[in-house]
């Protein structure tokens, strides 16, 4: 049977796969990200900040966000903050358009640099593979990007497994003893909480899939479901970590930094290769929910909208990002996810748990 084809698969699976595809570049495609909210505050730190917070907080905003949007037959972003912040509403397409050049930016970087360790090519080759990959799908559209993101996502489902397992079979030892002897730093909750928010930005990118789904409650499944998708490919990865803990919390790359440890050339290869993968799912999912805001825009006008509009903007995008990529990766992780967290937590978060739940709630 044809999984894109199946009428369930596509009603609770596949907003989940989208989301998961969104966030994995920007939240744990490299490891960095998980270091910095998780593993900074010790080994069982970081397990209470991903399970306990990070991910009730993105099944719970998920389900309220793909029931509202089903409610209200909302399936892009413009018209979600329309009816949650009314005229104020651009305040959050500011906020999507900051962290989307800043998630660029991490996608060009890590594109440029695992080529470049991997291959030895030139870092700009990277990011225009990167570029060309993300381009062709945008143009494409929804079916395809549906197909591809599904596809990808149980290939580095796969690969992720198989990453722990290896892990674990090697360095099992190490592993239980972090966990078992490690310790919780204060402020692993305000880790989890900057972790989940910065990466809920994207949820309302998700919403052209939520169009499958028949009724609110439907929605909410879906929803609760892509909290979980969205964020067990970290867990995974953050267990291998700790079995290197604390040399990773100064890698700038921890994955690679594991491979090379393992010395398993083809696990490296594949590892990258899914992550390169990945980081055109990133993209892909997150220009497109600009490009699928323009258009909506011109056919509620009911203008045709114009042949270079998503061409024009993705490359547009895309090429801002890998400007700012040159500030380095540490330093996009660092300085630009905080700044953003905090952002989506006044326009996206506070007004899904008040205004959102108000609306979806209330009979009509």
């Known amino acids: ?23 994995i570049a920007g939240g744990y ?24 917070v990070s991910l009730v907080i ?13 409610k ?8 979600m903050f329309q009816n949650l912040l009314g005229r104020a509403w651009p305040a959050y397409e500011v906020c999507y358009f900051a962290m989307v050049l800043l998630i660029l ?3 060009a970087a890590s594109a440029g640099e695992t080529l470049h360790a991997m291959f030895g090519l030139n870092y700009w080759f990277g990011v225009l593979a990167m570029s060309a990959g993300v381009g062709y799908l945008v143009i494409k559209g929804t079916e395809a990007i549906e197909k591809f993101l599904s596809l ?3 290939v580095l489902y796969g690969v992720y497994i198989l990453f722990l397992v ?12 972090a966990v078992a002897s490690g310790w919780a730093e204060p402020g692993w909750q305000l880790g989890g909480f900057r972790y989940a928010f910065y990466n809920l930005g994207s949820v ?4 052209f899939t939520v169009r499958h789904c028949d009724s609110p409650r439907q929605a909410a499944g879906a929803g609760l479901l892509a909290g979980v998708i969205g964020i067990l490919p970290g867990v995974f990865l953050l267990l291998a970590m700790t079995a290197f803990y604390p040399m990773v919390l100064t890698e700038a790359l921890p994955v690679n930094a594991i491979l090379n440890i393992l010395q398993m050339p083809w696990l490296q290869y594949a590892f990258q290769i899914v992550l390169f993968g990945t980081l055109i799912e990133t993209g892909t999912g997150m220009i497109f929910a600009i490009t699928d805001r323009f258009e909506t825009s011109y056919r509620e006008a009911r203008l045709e909208p114009p042949r270079l509009l998503k061409p024009g903007l993705t490359v547009a995008l895309l090429a801002a990002g890998a400007c700012i990529a040159g500030v380095g990766l540490t330093g996009l992780v660092e300085s630009g996810y905080g700044t953003v967290s905090w952002a989506f937590l006044l326009v996206y978060v506070i007004p899904i748990l008040t205004v959102g739940v108000f609306k979806l709630f209330r009979r009509n």
Do not use: H
Request: charged share 10%; with cysteine; glycine share 10%.
């Open 105 to 107: 930016a991490v996608v």
């Open 204 to 207: 309302p990118a998700v919403l």
């Open 29 to 52: 495609g490299t490891g960095r990200e998980l270091v910095e909210y998780f593993l900074e505050y010790g080994t069982v730190g970081g397990l209470l900040g991903i399970f306990c």
């Open 152 to 154: 990808w996502s149980f």
């Open 72 to 79: 209200l037959q909302a399936f892009d972003y413009r018209s």
């Open 1 to 23: 049977m044809n999984l894109m084809k199946n009428r369930t698969f596509q009603k609770y699976f596949v907003p989940g796969i989208v989301f998961q595809s969104l966030v």
């Open 58 to 70: 993105w099944s719970v905003i998920c389900a309220l966000t793909f029931a509202l949007a089903q």
């Open 166 to 177: 290896i892990c674990f079979i090697r360095f099992g030892g190490a592993m239980r003893q």
